[in-house]
């Protein structure tokens, strides 16, 4: 066997290995952990997609397309189910170390298993990549965007601008704050041009091909500038294709450029998720462990040899921690984002210090600091593996844990319970009895509509029911500041009513009240225990007409 067989082969086992251990930790138990209230809205929004072809792209409220697009794709697979609801991020968290493969000639099979292993078992990582959100896909098409950057600086050609352009689109078509990626990268590199200096190491290839500044720039610009275009125009097609949801929603292209404006506003009111400075550095110390101080190492490495790419890493892992903490408006997923970097940093110091241990002519106090530098971060994966275990297992509604965020708890299964055993012996068809939901829908409208309800027969509202409403329901629901209100006319009402309270989140809860004959009937049928949670999502969920204000003017 030749000794590119060989390395080939090291490098396929090592990428098997981060991928079976990256999937045997987000998929077990992955319906467990209740659906947050967002992944309630993001499934609402493909099932849109799933029964109408029907996705319209709301700039001031909610993030890109891209995620939609992907649960579709394993609904079609998988029917609109828990797990195929979080299926997407799974994989994209999964397969994040893949990303970094135009990278691998700085980062080495050392540093690619270190990045791989912190990134495969960091908490943060998992219990996010257990969630259908769209951070997992920013994190993602933010690692394959910085190693395509990297591949176009040392050797700038259409391909890399392409990947460039394409990777870029992606950051955001899943996020507006891809804007601060931007910035970070940009900062990134030009911190490596001014202060780095060539590497003269061969194992070792520079960032910049072994140019001067000057012959960078140019080959960079002057000598390439159809790279640019195809970066630009891949840029530009994806985002036209997506955000026109393929051609049917025009509005959604100047949605693109419209929606920096009111996500600026909220990023510096802090609207409702206002924190402190120093709180994503929290909670970075469970996401990360010993991995963050270990960081530090190869960050005075690369600061002394003035490492271009080790320069570019520093910057960009500074930049992002300095620009997400300065900015009021924070949730913890954000954190992903000075993660990335972090963990590049610590996967390339492992790398320079087997280029260190491996040296010729090093003594052996010498060769010592390429075995620490390798090492560091490793000692992290004990706790990171305790911490990730112990949350998948019982701590995902734990509100004690930094990122753990108004996360729905388990307690919510009791009122599914209820609900859906209710329904049961309320109606004979299977498509649910008839709703009021006040200001509760989310995520109980999933679990209710993929356990087979017709969405049509609840009243989602915003405002307390009328009597009328009232005396037309079979179950009213409320929480926040109209529970009070709709509990004075529930009692005003004709009829008597069975009421329970559930948690919701952290400082939520919500009341339901149920036809006081429907229950019985339910508890008769054996209660919670016949309908004890997980109940199985419907083979047959049921398909609604299409809303008038989607259909052509034509059909209307």
């Known amino acids: 066997m030749t000794p590119s067989v060989r390395r080939r082969l090291a490098w396929f086992a090592v990428l098997l290995g981060l991928l079976a251990l990256s999937l045997a930790l987000r998929l077990p138990g992955l319906e467990a952990k209740p659906l947050h209230s967002d992944e309630g809205v993001n499934g609402w929004f493909t099932l849109r997609l799933y029964w109408w072809n029907v996705y319209r792209y709301q700039p001031s409220d909610y993030h890109g397309p891209f995620l939609y697009y992907v649960n579709l794709i394993f609904f079609q697979l998988l029917g609109p189910t828990d797990r195929a609801l979080r299926m997407g991020t799974v994989l994209g968290g999964s397969v994040a170390i893949l990303a970094l493969l135009p990278a691998r000639r700085w980062l080495g099979l050392a540093g690619t298993a270190v990045i791989g292993l912190l990134l495969a078992v960091a908490p943060v990582m998992v219990y996010f990549s257990r969630t259908n959100i769209h951070e997992v896909y920013l994190v993602l098409f933010t690692a394959l965007w910085a190693a395509s950057l990297a591949r176009f600086a040392q050797a700038p050609s259409i391909r890399w601008g ?48 072994g140019r001067g500044r000057v012959a960078a720039l140019r080959a960079w610009t002057l000598e390439q500038p159809l790279a640019w275009v195809a970066g630009l125009a891949i840029f530009a097609v994806v985002l036209v294709l997506l955000f026109s949801s393929f051609f049917t929603y025009w509005y959604g292209v100047s949605g693109f450029f419209r929606a920096f404006t009111p996500w600026l506003e909220h990023g510096s009111s802090g609207r409702n998720q206002g924190k402190p400075f120093g709180y994503f550095f929290d909670v970075m110390l469970r996401s990360e462990g010993w991995a963050l101080w270990a960081a530090l190492l190869p960050a005075l490495w690369a600061l002394v040899r003035r490492h271009r790419l080790g320069i570019a890493l520093v910057v960009w892992a500074g930049v992002a921690f300095l620009v997400y903490s300065s900015i009021p408006y924070k949730t913890p997923w954000c954190v992903l984002n000075i993660d990335l970097p972090i963990f590049l940093l610590c996967g390339w110091g492992a790398q320079q210090g087997w280029l260190w241990l491996t040296a010729a002519g090093r003594t052996r106090s010498l060769a010592a600091l390429g075995i620490v530098a390798m090492v560091a971060p490793l000692t992290a994966l004990p706790g990171l593996w305790s911490e990730t275990r112990e949350v998948s297992a019982d701590g995902y509604d734990d509100s004690k844990i930094p990122y753990v965020y108004v996360q729905t708890v388990r307690g919510l299964f009791d009122m599914m319970s209820d609900h859906l055993g209710v329904g049961a012996v309320a109606t004979d068809d299977g498509l649910g009895p008839r709703v009021i939901n006040l200001e509760a829908k989310n995520p109980a409208r999933w679990y209710v509509i993929t356990r087979g309800w017709d969405h049509q027969r609840t009243e989602y509202t915003t405002k307390p029911p009328s009597a009328e409403d009232i005396a037309d329901a079979d179950i009213v629901v409320a929480t926040g500041k109209g529970e009070r209100k709709t509990r004075e006319r529930v009692q005003e009402s004709d009829g008597v009513w069975h009421k329970e309270t559930y ?32 109940v199985a999502e419907s083979d047959r969920v049921h398909r609604p007409p299409k809303p008038k204000r989607y259909r052509p003017k034509s059909e209307r």
């Open 162 to 209: 392409a990947l460039a352009g394409l990777s870029a689109l992606l950051c955001f078509a899943n996020k507006e704050t891809a804007i601060l990626t931007t910035g970070s990268l940009g900062l990134a590199a030009a911190a490596s041009w001014l202060l780095g200096k060539p590497s003269t190491d061969p194992r070792d290839p520079d960032l910049f091909g």
């Open 503 to 534: 948690p919701l989140r952290p400082g939520w809860r919500i009341s339901a009240w149920y036809r006081q004959p429907l229950w019985d009937a339910y508890q008769e049928a054996g209660g919670r225990e016949a309908w004890a949670w997980p």
